[in-house]
């Protein structure tokens, strides 16, 4: 899962065009004691990820191959 919040403070979630996983839409994922049910779509590999991260941490435009859909109307400064 890749999010991120821009300066603007909208807050946007990456997703593909094709899948590289095989979960099913709704596939939970569980941290520090949240659960987040995930598209297909919004699943990616380590590789991917770390190619996002890198050219963020850079300041190069982030990979074509993610696209960003806008949460925030999910979301409130202070509220997740």
Request: hydrophobic content about 40%; glycine content about 8%.
């Amino acid at each position: 899962m890749l999010e991120y919040r821009n300066h603007e403070g909208k807050h946007f979630r990456g997703r593909q065009e094709l899948p590289v996983v095989q979960f099913p839409d709704g596939t939970i994922i569980s941290f520090t004691g949240n659960q987040i049910p995930l598209a297909q779509r919004e699943w990616f590999l380590r590789q991917q990820i770390a190619e996002v991260f890198c050219a963020f941490s850079e300041g190069l435009a982030l990979p074509s191959t993610v696209e960003w859909i806008e949460l925030s109307q999910n979301f409130t400064r202070g509220h997740a």
